[in-house]
């Protein structure tokens, strides 16, 4: 259980070329909370055994803080920015897949400046999060998700719908927000700033903009107002390798029940695949090079339904199904385990010793790579297979 303690927090921005003499800048008192976790863990027998030791007993103190804070620097201004401070201590050497022994991160969830031109027109500018859904496993409409730079050590449970939202992190751009009498509007731009040369290396190593700005997308939402009990949302965002269109919506079937319903569909694969034909290669003792890929021109959907249940003492239960069609198949699961039983030393069976010593640098990488792109996959929030339904309950009593 996470010990947290509210903080005070005041952050001062200065924006000489918006604020009067007569108009004073004013703060809002911040939010924010701390805590300490020991984490231990005990391995067992896996497939995992690359060049070193996978994972090993360990035990793990974990510290971090997260803090938000608001200004008003004159009457139509607004700066907004969030952030979060972790680190992670091991008392042993990590494994080879556990991370470092002292990892530290530091991440801006947000920073932008919001200007108001009318009390209906919001438009912000900087580092920015748009997000919409309904479901706690799994939103399809969420289009705009970041591949998340969390350590391997030790990883920051939120209390919230969403368990990743401490690291949920934004990227720069400009946004704008209309509140009209149908519904509210939202539009995004967030260009790309770099290239990622680093996507065959795990995104805890990757840069804040090779995270957050590596494509170009243009982002589009409607939520229409006309209905009293739901509220039905459509989206879109289109990019240079990622084309999406999405529909929710979620509303109460009683006083107690509420029903949600996501769905999109998209031009793009989302992560990397594993070629099943350059896996089954390797399993052959092939030199495929790299046996990922991403298919921009592939068409995929995704379907997920939830109930939520909220009884006289505020304890929520619920139900969750996802679905989606760019998921391994059965046949593409066992050859996926196979690849990774076979590279992490299955290759030696039946082999001279000298050989099997001479090639075991070569599926070393191979391993490593399995490994990374596997860890790449789930930090952008993606499910790897095609069915999942997920249960949980949560309180609410304070």
């Known amino acids: 259980m996470n010990n947290r303690l509210s903080l005070t927090v005041c952050a001062v921005l200065i924006a000489h070329g918006y604020m009067s003499s007569a108009h004073a800048m004013s703060c809002n008192s911040g939010r924010g909370y701390v805590g300490t976790e020991g984490i231990g863990v005990l391995k067992s027998q896996g497939l995992w055994r690359p060049n070193g030791e996978a994972f090993r007993d360990n035990v793990t103190i974990n510290t971090y803080a997260a803090a938000s804070g608001s200004c008003m620097l004159a009457d139509n201004l607004k700066a907004t920015a969030s952030g979060v401070l972790q680190y992670a201590s091991s008392v042993r050497e990590p494994g080879v897949l556990d991370g470092k022994q002292n990892s530290v991160l530091a991440i801006v969830n947000e920073a932008y400046l919001t200007y108001t031109p009318s009390e209906k027109v919001f438009i912000d500018i900087g580092k920015i999060k748009r997000s919409n859904g309904f479901m706690f496993s799994m939103n399809p409409l969420d289009l705009l998700r970041n591949t998340s730079g969390k350590l391997r050590?030790?990883?920051?449970?939120?209390?919230?719908?969403?368990?990743?939202?401490?690291?949920?992190?934004?990227?720069?751009?400009?946004?704008?927000?209309?509140?009209?009498?149908?519904?509210?509007?939202?539009?995004?731009?967030?260009?790309?700033?770099?290239?990622?040369?680093?996507?065959?290396?795990?995104?805890?190593?990757?840069?804040?903009?090779?995270?957050?700005?590596?494509?170009?997308?243009?982002?589009?939402?409607?939520?229409?107002?006309?209905?009293?009990?739901?509220?039905?949302?459509?989206?879109?965002?289109?990019?240079?390798?990622?084309?999406?269109?999405?529909?929710?919506?979620?509303?109460?079937?009683?006083?107690?029940?509420?029903?949600?319903?996501?769905?999109?569909?998209?031009?793009?694969?989302?992560?990397?695949?594993?070629?099943?034909?350059?896996?089954?290669?390797?399993?052959?003792?092939?030199?495929?090079?790299?046996?990922?890929?991403?298919d921009s021109r592939r068409l995929v959907a995704n379907l997920a339904v939830g109930l939520r249940y909220t009884d006289s003492n505020r304890t929520e239960y619920g139900i969750e199904y996802f679905g989606q069609t760019e998921g391994y198949s059965r046949s593409e699961w066992r050859n996926y385990f196979k690849t990774v039983g076979f590279v992490n030393g299955g290759f030696a069976a039946g082999l001279p010793a000298g050989v099997a010593s001479s090639l075991a640098p070569l599926y070393g990488q191979y391993a490593n790579l399995l490994a990374v792109e596997t860890d790449n996959a789930n930090r952008g929030n993606n499910f790897l297979g095609k069915h999942y339904v997920t249960l949980f309950a949560s309180s609410k009593t304070e």
């Open 153 to 294: 050590a030790a990883t920051v449970n939120a209390d919230s719908n969403n368990p990743d939202s401490f690291y949920d992190e934004g990227s720069i751009g400009i946004g704008g927000t209309v509140y009209a009498d149908a519904g509210t509007f939202e539009l995004a731009a967030l260009p790309r700033l770099t290239t990622n040369d680093s996507f065959r290396e795990s995104a805890e190593k990757w840069s804040m903009l090779e995270r957050t700005n590596s494509t170009n997308r243009l982002y589009g939402a409607f939520t229409t107002s006309r209905f009293s009990d739901f509220n039905p949302t459509v989206n879109m965002v289109a990019g240079s390798s990622y084309n999406a269109l999405g529909f929710g919506v979620s509303g109460y079937v009683n006083d107690n029940l509420i029903l949600s319903m996501e769905s999109s569909a998209a031009r793009g694969e989302r992560w990397r695949h594993l070629n099943m034909e350059a896996a089954s290669a390797v399993q052959q003792y092939g030199n495929v090079g790299d046996p990922f890929g991403q």
